[in-house]
């Protein structure tokens, strides 16, 4: 009858400890694994990266927009533009350049 206890509780002892195993092998394969905890974290850290590179690009779109409907309509953005990006001058301007300060002067 003692040997039938003492087996009892030994595979009592094996069947908590295999559990136990199982337990922390299950816990691992939720944190570590490709669909786990730390991949859906980076994956959700990357998602917030491409929105935010979204909105930026939204952003830039907007303005690029407002540039072409003024480029399209305005006179005063036409001349603007014609000035510091074409360099035109109107008819009887003079013109006067300066040296870039990133030119080392001697």
């Known amino acids: 009858m003692a040997q039938r206890k003492l087996m009892h509780g030994l ?8 559990f ?15 669909r786990g905890a730390l991949a859906i974290r980076e994956k959700r ?3 917030e990266e ?7 690009a939204n952003q830039k779109n907007e303005e690029l927009e407002g540039d072409i409907k003024g480029l399209r ?12 990006n074409l360099g ?8 006067i350049q300066t040296p870039d300060d990133s030119t080392p002067s001697k």
């Open 20 to 34: 136990g195993l199982l337990t922390v092998a299950m816990i691992l394969l939720a944190i570590f694994d490709d």
């Open 73 to 84: 309509s305005d006179v005063n953005v036409i001349e603007k533009h014609a000035r510091e």
């Open 88 to 95: 035109l001058v109107k008819q009887g301007e003079v013109v």
């Open 11 to 18: 595979v009592s002892r094996i069947a908590i400890g295999v």
């Open 50 to 56: 491409l929105n935010r590179d979204l909105e930026k």
């Open 45 to 47: 850290q990357q998602l």
